[in-house]
Each structure stands twice: as structure tokens, then as C-alpha cells.
T-cell receptor, first 109, second 114 residues
Framework: GEDVEQSLFLSVREGDSSVINCTYT??????LYWYKQEPGAGLQLLTY?????DMKQDQRLTVLLNKKDKHLSLRIADTQTGDSAIYFC?????????FGRGTSLIVHP | DSGVTQTPKHLITATGQRVTLRCSPR?????VYWYQQSLDQGLQFLIQ???????AKGNILERFSAQQFPDLHSELNLSSLELGDSALYFC?????????????FGPGTRLTVT
């Protein structure tokens, strides 16, 4: 895989929607992932999308994939203080996972 | 609790030393991945094993090696340690190998090299 890029920080108010963006560079990626890391813990898979899909919704989470622009986004509806964490996007190409640097989501009450 | 265990949780050692990190995958998982997480480099994939065989290799230094044993637990050996090797080392496991299989991460081993 090549570089996966994300913005480093996002600050939102509780109850608002959060949108975390990611750009990947390998068009042969078959699966793209969003992981969450809380302080002092390992990564937890939130959701993933297969490359032939444009959108996937799972409760408060919506993933959008724009394959032409190699752009992936994660929308969290009704963001809660418990959603504060670092969010990583990732791709796997030829069995090799590549993660972005992570976006720190800070939710203000 | 992901079901993946890693020992030890913390490790402090001196430059030039050698350490072994251990990982037990979730019950039934055949694939194990090792990652290094640091502020400088972010989360870097090191190596993957599937049912005892090396499946994929990432940014793993020659001073580092790993293996997966017949009982499927895995060890990551780090030798000739340098200050820059200080990081969180994560192990993850998945049922099989390939992008469609969810990786479950362990809690990590924090290595401090002084």
C-alpha cells in the first residue's frame, strides 16, 4: 500500500454530526476500514466497505466511498462524548495493511 | 475485550538488549499481525503470519523477527534495541487471511528503551 492521509484533529459539539475524511492512494484496494482507538487501548474495527460500494450505513455510522477521487469518509451522527477517540482509516493491498495517522475526534459537551 | 492477549503490558530495557513480546490470538483465529505504533511513524504494519507461515512483510527491521508456533501463539523478537524502538507494539488476529476478515487487536505492549 501507499500513503493513507487523514487530518489530525476534529472538534465537534455533542449532538452534532462528525465527518472524518481520508484519502488513499492505491486504487487496487478491495476493502477500506475505519478503526477506533480509545486511550490506552488497541484498535477496534468500526466498519468497513467493499470497494464496489458507494455507501454503507450502520446505525449512527455512514461510510462514503468515492473511488474516482480515492476518498473515504466516516460520518458519525449525533456525536456523543463517548465518541471521543482517535479514528484510523486503513486499506489492505496484497495482504499488507496501511493505516492513516489517525484523526483525533474531540467532542465538547 | 477482543480476546487477543499480549504480554507483557510494559517493558523497560536498555539499548543493545533483546526482548521478546508474546501474543495469543483469539480462539480459532489462524492469522496474526504485528504492528508498531509511535508518535513519529504512526501505526506501521510489521509482519503477518497465517497458520505458522509468514504471509506478508511490512516495514520490519532486520533486527526484528517473529514466528508463529503450532499452537498459533506468536512472538516478536526485537534485538540490538535502540532508543527509537520505544513504541507500542500491537498484535492482532483474524480468522483467516485476507482483507475481508476482521482484525481483532490486543491491548498492546509498551516498550521503553533507555
Amino acid at each position: 500500500g501507499e500513503d493513507v492521509e487523514q487530518s489530525l484533529f476534529l472538534s465537534v459539539r455533542e449532538g452534532d454530526s462528525s465527518v472524518i475524511n481520508c484519502t488513499y492512494t492505491d486504487s487496487s484496494s478491495t476493502y477500506l476500514y475505519w478503526y477506533k482507538q480509545e486511550p490506552g487501548a488497541g484498535l477496534q474495527l468500526l466498519t468497513y466497505i467493499f470497494s464496489n460500494m458507494d455507501m454503507k450505513q450502520d446505525q449512527r455510522l455512514t461510510v462514503l466511498l468515492n473511488k474516482k477521487d480515492k476518498h473515504l469518509s466516516l460520518r458519525i451522527a449525533d456525536t456523543q462524548t463517548g465518541d471521543s477517540a482517535i479514528y484510523f482509516c486503513a486499506e489492505i493491498v496484497n495482504y499488507i495493511p496501511t493505516f492513516g495517522r489517525g484523526t483525533s475526534l474531540i467532542v465538547h459537551p | 475485550d477482543s480476546g487477543v492477549t499480549q504480554t507483557p503490558k510494559h517493558l523497560i530495557t536498555a539499548t543493545g538488549q533483546r526482548v521478546t513480546l508474546r501474543c495469543s490470538p483469539r480462539s480459532g483465529d489462524l492469522s496474526v499481525y504485528w504492528y508498531q505504533q509511535s508518535l513519529d511513524q504512526g501505526l506501521q504494519f510489521l509482519i503477518q503470519y497465517y497458520n505458522g507461515e509468514e504471509r506478508a512483510k511490512g516495514n520490519i527491521l532486520e533486527r526484528f523477527s517473529a514466528q508463529q508456533f503450532p499452537d498459533l501463539h506468536s512472538e516478536l523478537n526485537l534485538s540490538s534495541l535502540e532508543l527509537g524502538d520505544s513504541a507500542l507494539y500491537f498484535c492482532a488476529s483474524s480468522a483467516l487471511s485476507g482483507g475481508s476478515y476482521e482484525q481483532y487487536f490486543g491491548p498492546g505492549t509498551r516498550l521503553t528503551v533507555t
